[in-house]
C-alpha cells in the first residue's frame, strides 16, 4: 500500500452546525486509529458561502495538523463568475481552484466544475484546458486520483455533470484510480471503463440525504499500486 487518505463532502459548515459540531468530527478523525496522511474536502464546505463560515471551518481543520485539500461547490460560491469564488479564495487562496498535488508517486488531480450557486453543471472549457496542461507534463504511467464536487460518472441516479466528453478524451488513456466526489449525497459507486467512480453522504447530519438514509460520515482510503479501497466511517 502506498498511503491512506480521508476523503469526505458537502460539510455544509453553518447549517445547524450545534446538532453534530465539526469540533466532534474533528476529535473523531484526530482520534482515528488507522493512520493516513491528508483530508480531501470536497465541495459544500459551508452553508451560504460566507468568509466566516470557511474560516471557521479552516480553523477547525488545521486541528488536525495535517494537509488538508478544499474543492469549491455551489455552497461555497455566491455567484458566476470569477467574482463568486471570492470568498472562496480569500479563506483557501487562489491556488485551489483547479490544482494537482503530486503525493508518494500519485498525482491528486482536483478539478472545479462549478457553475456559480448552480446545482447542475456541465464542465467548463477552462477546467478541460487545465487538466489538458497539467497532463501534458505528467508521465503516463503516473497514477492518479480525480477528485471534484460534482459527480462525473454519467449514470449518477442525480446531478451528473454534463459535457464530461473532452475531459474523459483526456483522462481515457491516463491510469487512473478512481473519481470521488460529492454533491449527490449517496454512498453511491459506479464504474466506467473499470475505473470506480464514489460518491459519498453528506460529513454532518446537517442537511439531507438524497438517498434518504440518515449516515453521515467520511470514507478511509488505502491507494495500493492498481486500485483504491474504500472503508466507510460514520459520524
Same mark, same amino acid.
Given at each position: 500500500?502506498?498511503?491512506?487518505?480521508?476523503?469526505?463532502?458537502?460539510?455544509?459548515?453553518?447549517?445547524d452546525d450545534d446538532h453534530v459540531p465539526m469540533a466532534y468530527v474533528i476529535e473523531k478523525l484526530q482520534s482515528e486509529v488507522t493512520p493516513w496522511d491528508f483530508i480531501v474536502c470536497a465541495g459544500d464546505l459551508s452553508c451560504n458561502g460566507s468568509i466566516n463560515e470557511m474560516a471557521s471551518l479552516k480553523k477547525q481543520l488545521k486541528k488536525l495538523k495535517k494537509p488538508f485539500y478544499p474543492i469549491a461547490g455551489n455552497h461555497d460560491i455566491t455567484g458566476p463568475g470569477a467574482g463568486g469564488m471570492a470568498n472562496y479564495?480569500?479563506?483557501?487562496?487562489?491556488?485551489?481552484?483547479?490544482?494537482?498535488?503530486?503525493?508518494?508517486?500519485?498525482?491528486?488531480?482536483?478539478?472545479?466544475?462549478a457553475n456559480g450557486t448552480?446545482?447542475? /453543471? &456541465? *464542465?467548463?472549457?477552462r477546467t478541460v484546458e487545465f487538466c489538458r496542461r497539467m497532463l501534458e507534463k505528467l508521465s503516463p504511467r503516473l497514477p492518479l486520483i480525480v477528485f471534484s464536487h460534482f459527480p462525473l460518472h454519467p449514470d449518477t441516479p442525480r446531478f451528473a455533470v454534463k459535457k464530461t466528453e473532452a475531459l474523459f478524451s483526456l483522462l481515457d488513456s491516463r491510469m487512473v484510480l478512481a473519481f470521488f466526489s460529492g454533491h449527490f449525497h449517496s454512498r453511491w459507486q459506479g464504474g466506467r471503463k473499470g475505473v470506480p467512480f464514489y460518491c459519498n453522504v453528506r460529513l454532518l447530519p446537517n442537511i439531507q440525504?438524497?438517498?434518504?438514509?440518515?449516515?453521515?460520515?467520511?470514507?478511509? /482510503? &488505502? *491507494?495500493?499500486?492498481?486500485?483504491?479501497?474504500?472503508?466507510?466511517?460514520?459520524v
Open positions: 500500500m502506498k498511503f491512506r487518505f480521508v476523503f469526505c463532502n458537502d460539510i455544509h459548515f453553518g447549517c479564495e480569500a479563506v483557501f487562496g487562489n491556488n485551489r481552484d483547479n490544482y494537482l498535488i503530486l503525493h508518494k508517486g500519485v498525482g491528486l488531480l482536483f478539478l472545479n466544475v448552480e446545482a447542475h /453543471v &456541465e *464542465v467548463p472549457e440525504n438524497h438517498d434518504g438514509s440518515d449516515d453521515a460520515g467520511y470514507c478511509l /482510503v &488505502e *491507494v495500493f499500486d492498481e486500485s483504491c479501497v474504500i472503508i466507510y466511517r460514520d
